[in-house]
């Protein structure tokens, strides 16, 4: 079965505590792609890559990394989580995001909470 | 920096009434994707809008996309309860290398009532 997923799906931690939250897929796409989601802020984007060793900042970047070393694993890294990145994660992947664009497929997101 | 506004925020619909969410953005872009998020879910593309004049059409619900008044338009016909969901529409911008960067609206909240 096609699919993104994600873990873990629910995490509390504390401020300072760096962790992981893991994204694979496959689907063999090019594109992948983290973002949070807020209320009353939609979803922003945190960082993409197109392909394994190419990254870039999305609008929100600050306090996250990222690191694409093979093709269907993008993790997203937060090295000293602090409150405000108290939010609902989401992976997502698309054969690419230029040119021929075509559907992106979502993961079923990671609701982090840090104290 | 390209900004993505939708409207309404919310919107009450009546089953069996025609309604229509609106997506404006504000630098040149000519592709659009719209998503569906249901309550405590992930998100479902719904439309990908490639090109001015685009449109598209699945069920009740009808995508268009105007380029030159960076516009989109996503129209629902004769609201049915299974429409109750939160909609997103969201640009996408060329940003290089590392592929496009892609910008979401705040999303519009869809509750049909009987």
């Known amino acids: 079965e096609a699919q993104v997923t994600q873990n873990p799906r629910y995490l509390i931690t504390v401020t300072g505590k760096k962790l992981t939250v893991t994204c694979s897929q496959n689907?063999?796409?090019?594109?992948m792609s983290w973002y949070r989601q807020d209320p009353g802020l939609g979803l922003r984007q945190i960082y993409y890559?197109?392909?394994?060793?190419?990254?870039d900042k999305g609008d929100v970047p600050e306090g996250y990394k990222v690191s694409r070393k093979e093709k269907r694993n993008f993790p997203l890294i937060l090295e000293s989580p602090s409150p405000n990145q108290t939010s609902l994660y989401f992976c997502?992947?698309?054969?690419?995001?230029?040119?021929?664009?075509?559907?992106?497929?979502f993961g079923p997101g990671t609701r982090l909470l840090v104290l | 920096e390209l900004k993505v506004e939708q409207n309404p925020l919310f919107l009450s619909m009546q089953e069996g009434k025609n309604y229509t969410i609106y997506c404006n953005y504000s630098?040149?872009?000519?592709?659009l994707y719209w998503y569906r998020q249901d309550p405590g879910k992930s998100l479902e593309s719904l439309f990908v809008?490639?090109?001015?004049?685009a449109v598209k059409q699945e069920g009740r619900l009808m995508a268009s996309l105007d380029t030159k008044a960076r516009l989109s338009t996503l129209h629902i016909t004769a609201a049915v309860h299974d429409l109750s969901a939160t909609y997103f529409c969201?640009?996408?911008?060329?940003?290089?290398?590392?592929?496009?960067?892609?910008?979401f609206g705040g999303g519009t909240r869809v509750l049909v009532k009987p």
């Open positions: 890559s197109m392909n394994v060793e190419v990254t």
């Open positions: 689907m063999n796409h090019e594109y």
């Open positions: 630098t040149t872009s000519d592709r």
């Open positions: 969201a640009v996408e911008s060329y940003s290089g290398a590392a592929g496009n960067k892609l910008t």
């Open positions: 809008l490639l090109s001015n004049g």
């Open positions: 997502a992947s698309s054969p690419r995001l230029a040119g021929i664009s075509k559907t992106q497929y």
